[in-house]
């Protein structure tokens, strides 16, 4: 099953990239993981939408060759990073390669709610009509404190998250039979 990874942080150290490279090498042998660069995204604007950059073209093209696509956010200021919402625009136009696709979301701080409104409100953004993803929901997956859930190489060391994150990803699994 192909999984494209969408890390809502563009951050050289950033603990969000960090979950999604120790998700993808965990469950490797189960999901073909591709982790997406934000940093090359252009920034949206309608004037260009369909004379789309080289780079959009990619990116789309990995989000449309996906099965599924896995959201990993960090917060900003209450809601999803601009990064994430740039990378949103431009999914949700032209083309429209989300229209059906699963998401499955997760997301790492270093408080205590893990980022709880970034994916409220990202959950929300995805039932937009240019959006239109099936969601997996009841496997909310809030890493907090993740600066002492983490060593330095980025693998998780605190056995109650690896254990959860398993879990969360057999029921992923468990919910893809129904699209693919
Ligand atoms: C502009 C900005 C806004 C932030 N807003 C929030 C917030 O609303 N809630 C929160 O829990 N953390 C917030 N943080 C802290 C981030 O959760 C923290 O920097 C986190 O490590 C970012 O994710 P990353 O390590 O993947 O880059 C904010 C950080 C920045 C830079």
Do not use: C
Request: glycine share 6%; proline share 4%; aromatic share 8%.
């Amino acid at each position: 099953m192909k999984v494209a990874v969408i890390v809502g942080s563009v951050r050289k150290d950033s603990f969000n990239r960090k979950l999604a490279e120790f998700v993808k090498k965990r469950y490797n042998n189960r999901f073909d993981m591709e982790i997406l660069d934000l940093s090359v995204l252009p920034l949206y604007s309608q004037d260009i939408e369909n004379n789309e950059p080289q780079e959009i073209t990619d990116f789309k093209k990995s989000v449309k060759e996906a099965d599924a696509v896995l959201w990993v956010t960090p917060e900003y200021n209450s809601t999803i990073p601009g990064v994430l919402g740039n990378a949103i625009d431009w999914l949700s136009r032209v083309d429209k390669v989300m229209i059906g696709k699963p998401s499955w979301i997760m997301g790492a701080s270093m408080g205590n709610l893990g980022t709880v409104k970034a994916q409220m409100h990202l959950r929300d953004i995805l039932f937009a009509p240019g959006l239109q993803s099936p969601v997996l929901i009841g496997n909310e997956v809030y890493v907090g404190a993740v600066h002492k859930k983490m060593d330095e190489t980025g693998t998780i060391t605190d056995e109650a998250t690896v254990a959860f994150l398993d879990q969360v990803a057999d029921n992923f699994e468990q919910w893809m039979k129904r699209f693919i």
